[in-house]
Each structure stands twice: as structure tokens, then as C-alpha cells.
């Protein structure tokens, strides 16, 4: 049972979270194991987000027990969650909104920008998105710049809540793409959410159903596993 047990990054005991004396999330039992892709698929408002935001870090639970590499988050004496530097919730990179997507990029990441241009910003709505001030992207828009950071950095955990909804179907391929890479490769575990079974069925090995906050039911989706021994993650 040891080994089992070194495989997991994420338990969830028992957990609630409550607004307004409204119940929003109620998971009795979740494990999550390391450098395995899962999707969280639901209608809207049925906790999604939620409950990304609690695994990332960003939130916290109202009750029950939410365990990240076998700890509960620590937390500062204000009571605020210590996110670990090596969970990368897509969208909170903090950018600098005023400059230019494309200068940004090149100030970023100074020796391979022209990679990172020539893989993500070479389609006909992508390409549009360079000349652009980042605070002025529009959801999409900034939607894919955001993927493109998660992408390039190198997290020991991804979470990307609603993915791709935004995308035409190029993003969509390059962003599922990269992340079957990511996992792959680097062992990173990835969840990702939406409302869309497609956008999530060929890329994840575990697909969890929510409904009104309630887990329904878990399957295997049509990857596997696709956990690499040889990663330390």
C-alpha cells in the first residue's frame, strides 16, 4: 500500500465549500495521482471552478481535508493559503498589461521567443493577437497567451480551468498537443476543466463528472495513463 500511496499529489477528504450557507461543493473521497491528465467536465455551476481554484491553492474549503503531497497547504499567519511556486493555475500569470504581447514575449523569454512566435502565433487569428497590448487582449485572446505561458513553463502541477472554449479548432490542437507533451515528458500532472466533453476526452487518462457540486462518476478516458516512471515530479 506504500507504493500506492507515493503516487498520489492530491486527497480530498470529505470536502465542502459553503457560500451563503449554500452548499457549492460536497466531494466525500478524490485522489489525484501524479503526472496522470484529468478532466473535470460539468454544466456551469456545477463546482468546476470551485473546485480548481481550492487544488491551485486560491480558495479554501469550508470544511473536510484537501491534502497536496500529503500536507494541507501551509498558510500565513493571516490566514492565507501559500500557493507552492511549482502549481501553475493558468491565467494568473502576472503580466506586465501595458506592454506589447510580442515585446513581452521577447523580454520574457530572451532565448527562445522566435520558437515560442513561430509555434503558437503562426495561425490567422493567432497572429493577430502580437502587435496587441496585453491589457487590451480580448477573452480569447488572452485565454491563449495565457496557455502559451502554462506551456512554457515548467510546473510540477498544471490546472486550466474551462480549456480551450475559447480557441479556434488550430489552438485547440496545439494546446492539447503541448500538453500531452508536457505530461509526456516532463511527468507534470495537468487538470483541466469544461463544459465540453470533446475538448478533454482524447487528451485525459481520468475524466471526473460533477454535478451541483457532487462527483457522479469517474472513467478512464482514451489515453492512458500516461505516468513516466523516470520523472522525479
Sequence with gaps: TMKKK???IYELKNLKKIYNNNPILSIGRLQIHRGTVYGILGPIGSGKTTLLRMLAGYDSQSEGKLLYDHSEYQRSWLGKIKVPDEICFTGNHNYNKSQLV??????YFPNKSNKILKQYFNGSVSKRILPLKIKNLSPGQKAWLDTVFALEGDPRVLIQDDFASLFDAEMRSIAS???RKMNKNLGTT???SSIDGNALRNLCSVMIYLENGHIIKIRSGKTRNQYNKRSNK
Excluded: W
Design 6 to 8: 507515493s503516487t498520489l
Design 102 to 107: 510580442k515585446s513581452y514575449i521577447d523580454l
Design 190 to 192: 495537468i487538470i483541466l
Design 177 to 179: 498537443r503541448g500538453l
